[in-house]
T-cell receptor, first 116, second 117 residues
Framework: GAVVSQHPSRVICKSGTSVKIECRSL??????MFWYRQFPKKSLMLMAT?????????EQGVEKDKFLINHASLTLSTLTVTSAHPEDSSFYIC????????????FGPGTRLTVL | AQSVTQLDSHVSVSEGTPVLLRCNYS??????LFWYVQHPNKGLQLLLK??????LVKGINGFEAEFKKSETSFHLTKPSAHMSDAAEYFC???????????????FGTGTQLKVEL
């Protein structure tokens, strides 16, 4: 199957700093990528849909100015958590949607963010 | 609106015995349904999916699921559990006709499967 990578896998930062997480589709192009957040022992919650070359679509309750999404190429989407606070600590997972056939989302391994 | 309910947060079975992970869905349309598995420190992996073809869907690693519209269920089964099956399992629904073009996935809360010797 298609491979999606995320970098970094883990990051620890101080409160008030910004953190960038990268999501790459390694062997296919993805015009659409998704960002999810997973709390401990909880389900994945869709945060936003990232579309190449256009603005991301955010789910209700997700602050777009806090979670900046950029999808500048067909293989890369980035999520920047701005002015991070301890409550932003979570597991962030991206997925990339295949095109040109049956659409399927392939998931990255996730990024564990800890804000001190 | 679409939603998924996974009835058991934890399931424990002995190796070699059957596995049953339960899932009920709610959807305004004819949904697509999926089961994903999440191993520690690994990405979510698709086990199987139902997209309005055969109601009994066979997936990888010996798993299968049956779509029952009358019961709004999509339970995951495996005849004989293996130690390597221990993981978190998510039932997922998407509505092809909903906003987002059917690509928006709604996840259940997950079921942790434990396999004992």
């Amino acid at each position: 199957g298609a491979v999606v990578s995320q970098h970094p896998s883990r990051v620890i930062c101080k409160s008030g700093t910004s953190v960038k997480i990268e999501c790459r589709s390694l062997d296919f192009q993805a015009t659409t990528m998704f960002w999810y957040r997973q709390f401990p022992k909880k389900s994945l919650m869709l945060m936003a849909t990232s579309n190449e070359g256009s603005k991301a679509t955010y789910e209700q309750g997700v602050e777009k100015d806090k979670f900046l999404i950029n999808h500048a190429s067909l293989t890369l989407s980035t999520l920047t958590v701005t002015s991070a606070h301890p409550e932003d600590s979570s597991f962030y997972i991206c997925s990339a949607l295949t095109s040109g056939g049956p659409n399927e989302q392939f998931f990255g391994p996730g990024t564990r963010l800890t804000v001190l | 609106a679409q939603s998924v309910t996974q009835l058991d947060s934890h399931v424990s079975v002995s190796e070699g015995t059957p596995v049953l992970l339960r899932c009920n869905y709610s959807s305004s349309y004819s949904p697509s349904l999926f089961w994903y598995v999440q191993h520690p420190n690994k990405g979510l992996q698709l086990l199987l999916k139902y997209t309005s073809a055969a109601t009994l869907v066979k997936g990888i690693n010996g798993f299968e699921a049956e779509f029952k519209k009358s019961e709004t269920s999509f339970h995951l089964t495996k005849p004989s559990a293996h130690m390597s099956d221990a993981a978190e399992y998510f039932c997922v629904v998407s509505d092809p006709e909903s906003t987002g073009g059917g690509n928006k996935l709604t996840f259940g809360t997950g079921t942790q499967l434990k396999v004992e010797l």
